[in-house]
């Protein structure tokens, strides 16, 4: 990103540029991890109705109609951060290992979805969420080593998912222990 002096009405004004390249990651990145939101969504949808309602849940579970707006949210961060670093270029070593760490997780975060409501499975979802925390820490890791923004992009989908470990974990005491 770079800032320019502009001209806008007649206005000399200062304002944030991208580079055309850093667009095209981005919007691709913004795809893939959207995509994954919208496939888990599906996958979730018919369970959040059913066995979900009949689960017993923690105190501190959010309302239904909360998440989806959060994990849009995230899903967006997640894009963002993750096109900065693929901007930085493939042949980049530290680029490849921060990008492999996201791919990683982002395959975790839809697997999560998939066990816990798809199988209905809350046992082996705590198990896949265990797993999604330490790859995404692994991820933050990597992004701050090539780009500091993308990390702390991150940090609001770490917090959500440890929140949703508890949830999780709640879920699992109070209807499988």
């Not at 893939?32 to 923690?58: D, H, I, M």
């Not at 993750?82 to 680029?95: D, M, S, T």
């Not at 080593?145 to 959500?160: H, S």
Request: aromatic share 16%; hydrophobic share 55%; with cysteine.
């Amino acid at each position: 990103m770079l800032w320019v002096e502009k001209n806008i009405g007649g206005r000399n004004c200062v304002v944030l540029c991208m580079k055309k390249n850093m667009f095209f990651t981005i919007a691709v990145a913004l795809v893939l991890c959207l995509g994954v939101g919208f496939l888990t969504g599906q996958a979730t949808q018919l369970s959040v109705k059913t066995w979900y309602t009949t689960l017993e849940k923690p105190f501190f579970t959010p309302p239904n109609w909360l998440f989806a707006p959060v994990w849009t949210l995230l899903y967006v961060m997640m894009g963002v951060a993750a096109g900065r670093i693929w901007h930085r270029g493939l042949q980049n070593k530290k680029v490849k290992t921060a990008l492999y760490f996201f791919g990683l997780q982002l395959l975790f975060n839809g697997l999560w979805s998939i066990v816990f409501f798809g199988l209905r499975n809350p046992i082996l979802g705590m198990l896949v969420i265990v797993i999604l925390l330490f790859l995404i820490l692994k991820t933050v890791q990597n992004f701050r080593r090539v780009d500091r923004l993308a990390a702390l992009l991150l940090y609001p989908y770490l917090l959500w998912v440890g929140y949703a470990s508890l949830l999780n974990g709640g879920i699992v005491v109070l209807n499988f222990v």
